[in-house]
């Protein structure tokens, strides 16, 4: 509706809304405030926007521009005659629409048009649909939000079925950073339905004050790096304990994490103790081109990777290093990633500024970030916006953070080296690849494929949108059966591709094709570091 002229906007399909228009003698609109906007020249972005996001066509079967009370005569149906005149009424609807404005951050969700971009490509709401991921009223991830607005807060439960995954925030017209708002959503409702026992562990945990109503499961969960570290001082027991049937019947009693999903295991020797290992190893030798000569490089130890998965983080390393760059390794932080997946927004912000105060002085002295796990990543550069005071420390992240491939094709390129002059095939050519959720969304997945595709590698990419796993989403009870039904697809298509190797490139995913194809998966960086020439000779101007 637009404010200076009166003139109505209506989208539609089939042409039932121009018909009760037209058609009788009163006309009562009915639109919701945020429906309301300055000016009918701005109608037009609306109209851009609706349908190509919506449905993929340039423009909807009826779109129709109107300004009531309309002075075309009144069709009579009955034979009773003609109205004389006819009769408009508009009536804006609040509903909560007013007080979400003033949320200072739930008022983003007003931004919504209503296209169903997000619902397309949500994997959750694409097998479970609107009735099980969804309210009286609204559905997905976004109906959630509007849910706890128009309705109740514990009318949005269903929130938990958002996973995070952000594959929805690129497809939103309006860039509703739509995980976001669901993670503080969670944080509300445990707020409103504290848990006794998840605050009592919240005194022994470096949880936020905010956020000690949240159950045992999410306290838990969201101090991933605790248990890690626990688990990583005394790996053996670990390992013993983890697998016993007991325990982990006890652990889907109380914690609610399925006993069917099998436990990483911990690792003897975390990756700063191995990465100290291969400090003297032997560098390229005999070349007359080192492609990171000069570049400083911090590899972030982040929980995921320092406690579990060594391995990639130690490829990364030797090929960084081998390649000639200054290398250096982090302390392992806890940079908020498991606290914000749980709705833990304060746990969250804390653990990001201290994460942000320690890298900040190595990004002054010209270092990069080196980060493995893709999660991590898009936490410095996408998630950080919200949970770090200063735009200027967030924006410096942001550009100084890199996945260890996408930097190697970073400087590759503005090199012009051609990446199959250091990294061969051998036997290797074969590859199933499924980049990262959040990988995508931050557009680090094109350059790493790009990189990937000009060493030889011959690369079947998933099509699936999300593997269904989405971090810790898999491990739990309440939603172990949706995650393995949104992996199937994934684990068809493997099946179908054949392919020798299986990569991808976030930890979870991981675990969820391993488990759901009884294949081994591993990064594409352990790949590389298998295909890396020892001694290249190349001319200095040899070039892509």
């Not at 970073?410 to 990262?436: Q, S």
Request: aromatic residues 8%.
């Amino acid at each position: 509706i637009a404010a200076d002229t009166g003139t109505i906007l209506l989208v539609e399909s089939e042409g039932n809304i121009r018909l009760t228009t037209t058609a009788p003698p009163v006309h009562i609109a009915l639109a919701g405030v945020e429906k309301v906007i300055a000016r009918r020249d701005d109608l037009f972005n609306f109209v851009e926007l609706l349908a190509p996001s919506g449905t993929g066509q340039a423009l909807t079967s009826y779109t129709h521009l109107i300004r009531p009370p309309l002075s075309v005569p009144v069709l009579d149906f009955k034979g009773q005659g003609r109205a004389d005149k006819r009769e408009f009424y508009l009536v804006l609807i609040d509903n909560g629409r007013m007080a979400l404005r003033n949320d200072d951050v739930f008022k983003e969700a007003l931004y919504c048009i209503r296209c169903s971009a997000c619902l397309n490509v949500c994997p959750n709401f694409q097998n479970l649909g609107g009735h099980a991921f969804g309210g009286e009223t609204y559905s997905g991830g976004i109906g959630a939000i509007w849910e706890a607005a128009v309705r109740e807060l514990q009318n949005a439960r269903f929130t938990e079925l958002c996973t995070g995954c952000s594959r929805c925030i690129n497809q939103c017209p309006a860039r509703i950073d739509i995980p976001w708002l669901n993670e503080n959503l969670r944080r509300r409702l445990a707020q409103k339905e504290p848990d006794g026992a998840g605050k009592l562990l919240a005194h022994f945990l470096p949880t936020a004050k905010e956020d000690a109503p949240a159950k045992i499961q999410k306290q838990i969960l969201g101090n991933y790096a605790v248990f890690s570290r626990w688990m990583s001082a005394f790996p053996a027991v670990s390992n013993w304990f983890i697998k016993r049937k007991s325990v982990r019947y006890l652990m889907e009693k109380i914690i609610g994490i399925d006993r069917r999903r099998p436990l990483a295991e911990t690792p003897p020797k975390t990756l700063a103790r191995q990465f100290n290992e291969i400090l003297n190893e032997d560098k390229m030798a005999n070349h007359t081109q080192k492609p990171l000569d000069g570049r400083r490089l911090l590899l972030f130890a982040d929980v995921f990777v320092h406690y579990h998965y060594p391995g990639r983080g130690i490829a990364a390393a030797r090929i960084l290093k081998r390649l000639g760059a200054k290398l250096e390794i982090s302390a392992s932080i806890d940079d908020g990633r498991a606290a914000l997946s749980q709705g833990m927004t304060s746990t969250a912000g804390k653990k990001a500024v201290k994460t942000a105060a320690y890298l900040l002085p190595f990004i002054e002295k010209g270092f990069e970030i080196i980060v493995i796990e893709p999660s991590v990543l898009a936490m410095f550069r996408r998630d950080y916006r919200h949970l770090l005071d200063s735009q200027a420390d967030f924006e410096k992240l942001k550009a100084h953070s890199f996945g260890p491939i996408e930097y190697l094709h970073k400087i590759f390129a503005e090199r012009a080296i051609n990446p199959a002059d250091y990294f061969k095939v051998n036997g290797i050519d074969e590859l199933f690849y499924h980049p990262h959720c959040q990988q995508k969304t931050i557009g680090a997945d094109k350059s790493t494929i790009d990189f990937l595709e000009k060493t030889g590698l011959n690369i079947t990419l998933s099509d699936v949108e999300c593997c269904g796993m989405a971090g810790s989403f898999g491990y739990k009870k309440d939603f172990y059966e949706v995650s393995k039904t949104v992996g199937s697809r994934l684990f068809e298509q493997i099946e179908t591709a054949g392919k020798t190797h299986i990569c991808a490139s976030g930890i979870s995913c991981t675990e969820q094709i391993q488990d759901g194809t009884k294949r081994e998966v591993r990064h594409p960086i352990e790949l590389l570091e298998k295909m890396l020439i020892s001694n290249p000779k190349l001319k200095t101007d040899n070039r892509i």
